[in-house]
T-cell receptor
Framework: GQQLNQSPQSMFIQEGEDVSMNCTSS?????WLWYKQDPGEGPVLLIA?????ELTSNGRLTAQFGITRKDSFLNISASIPSDVGIYFC??????????FGQGTRLTINP | NAGVTQTPKFQVLKTGQSMTLQCAQD?????MSWYRQDPGMGLRLIHY???????DQGEVPNGYNVSRSTTEDFPLRLLSAAPSQTSVYFC?????????????FGPGTRLTVL
């Protein structure tokens, strides 16, 4: 089946630092999605990308759909304490099913 | 709207017991799905439904049954629980299975099988 590799698995940063995480796939996706999960909650959609090369921002978050359609990255600028959580990438290919990455756990030291 | 609701929030079962995880949505969404989340493995699709009366298998369907008798409800059944089914289960829904449709997730059910 389709596989997504998300890195890094965890990050420990200082408040105010920028964050970058990425996902790569062995196969092509038509849609890339980035979710955030808070403890005890379900994932919440942050950014959706639908075209190769697309660069989309949502406040301090920026995500890009790779030109090869096999990768995507998410950047968070000027991190704040409420950014703490687990970030997941997800890809949707021809079967219309979502495939999720393993997640990046973000911890912020004030 | 309540969005996607799941019950129970927590459940402990003994090996071999059966139970049903409930999922309901009030957004008139056609597409509903069940995922399990295990440490270091992200979310994996168990079963999904593109509309009432239609279900299909996802990536990890073994040991689980589903049915979709109404648009609103999509229960997940464990017929004979096993310790390997200890996980957090999420239900999700979207308007359709189209590329641009956002999936909304429920709060999850944390299941422990002893």
């Amino acid at each position: 089946g389709q596989q997504l590799n998300q890195s890094p698995q965890s990050m420990f940063i200082q408040e105010g630092e920028d964050v970058s995480m990425n996902c790569t796939s062995s196969s092509i996706f038509n849609t890339w999605l980035w979710y955030k999960q808070d403890p005890g909650e379900g994932p919440v959609l942050l950014i959706a990308l639908y075209k190769a090369g697309e660069l989309t921002s949502n406040g301090r978050l920026t995500a890009q759909f790779g030109i090869t359609r096999k990768d995507s990255f998410l950047n968070i600028s000027a991190s704040i304490p409420s950014d703490v959580g687990i970030y997941f990438c997800a890809g949707r290919g021809g079967a219309q099913k979502l495939v999720f990455g393993q997640g990046t756990r973000l911890t912020i030291n004030p | 709207n309540a969005g996607v609701t799941q019950t129970p929030k927590f459940q402990v079962l003994k090996t071999g017991q059966s139970m049903t995880l409930q999922c309901a949505q009030d957004m008139n969404h056609e597409y509903m799905s069940w995922y399990r989340q295990d440490p270091g493995m992200g979310l994996r699709l168990i079963h999904y439904s593109v509309g009432a009366g239609i279900t299909d298998q996802g990536e990890v369907p073994n040991g689980y049954n589903v049915s979709r008798s109404t648009t609103e409800d999509f229960p997940l059944r464990l017929l004979s629980a096993a310790p390997s089914q200890t996980s957090v289960y999420f239900c999700a829904s979207s308007y359709s299975s189209g590329l641009t449709d956002t999936q909304y997730f429920g709060p999850g059910t944390r299941l422990t099988v002893l």
